[in-house]
T-cell receptor, first 116, second 110 residues
Framework: DSGVTQTPKHLITATGQRVTLRCSPRSGDLSVYWYQQSLDQGLQFLIQYYNGEERAKGNILERFSAQQFPDLHSELNLSSLELGDSALYFC???????????????FGPGTRLTVL | GQNIDQPTEMTATEGAIVQINCTYQTSGFNGLFWYQQHAGEAPTFLSYNVLDGLEEKGRFSSFLSRSKGYSYLLLKELQMKDSASYLCAVRALGDYKLSFGAGTTVTVRA
């Protein structure tokens, strides 16, 4: 158990709908990262928050957005869902030091999203 | 961005040794990570290298050569539970995110 929690574990929804995925980081970690893993793409970085502020952005679609709240939990919002959005969505957390040293990312169990 | 290559699949026998290679290209380097991922589960951290050389952790070792843009993960005394995907990930200088390779699926046979 990494200490990172994600809910829900599974989500099944229809095209065009909107969903919210939730992540709570490990105690003491200030940084949260969101990754998407689909069968043909591997793990792709979406976005990072540090202590409530957006810090880095990857190939995140405009239909997707995220935020980190004062209690450091984070939510990833996916809207106008398409079939191709079906994937495993992982949240990871780290202490979030300035990109030096180990600053290991620890991953949550993921949310499996199925868009029908 | 980073270009990270690792073999797609490897098969080995229980008790044997397997070496998973990873090559990368990056503009500025600030660490290489190896993760293990069982199907449908979260990646779990195995090792971290930022300086050249070998890091040993029980049955797992990881090696880095920065000048060659090369790393390997060595799995010794293979067990059936080691059947999983092994992900090589690179962090660029001044960056926070990890860029992952596609992963190497290791199958351990009895």
């Amino acid at each position: 158990d990494s200490g990172v929690t994600q809910t829900p574990k599974h989500l099944i929804t229809a095209t065009g709908q909107r969903v919210t995925l939730r992540c709570s980081p490990r105690s003491g970690d200030l940084s949260v990262y969101w990754y998407q893993q689909s069968l043909d793409q591997g793990l792709q970085f979406l976005i990072q928050y540090y202590n409530g502020e957006e810090r880095a952005k990857g190939n995140i679609l405009e239909r997707f957005s995220a935020q980190q709240f004062p209690d450091l939990h984070s939510e990833l919002n996916l809207s106008s869902l398409e079939l191709g959005d079906s994937a495993l969505y992982f949240c990871a957390s780290s202490v979030g030091t300035s990109g030096v040293g180990t600053d290991t990312q620890y991953f949550g169990p993921g949310t499996r999203l199925t868009v029908l | 961005g980073q270009n990270i290559d690792q073999p797609t699949e490897m098969t080995a026998t229980e008790g044997a040794i397997v070496q998973i290679n990873c090559t990368y290209q990056t503009s500025g380097f600030n660490g290489l990570f190896w993760y293990q991922q069982h199907a449908g589960e979260a990646p779990t951290f195995l090792s971290y290298n930022v300086l050249d050389g070998l890091e040993e952790k029980g049955r797992f070792s990881s090696f880095l050569s920065r000048s060659k843009g090369y790393s390997y993960l060595l799995l010794k005394e293979l067990q059936m539970k080691d059947s999983a995907s092994y992900l090589c990930a690179v962090r660029a200088l001044g960056d926070y995110k990890l860029s992952f390779g596609a992963g190497t699926t290791v199958t351990v046979r009895a």
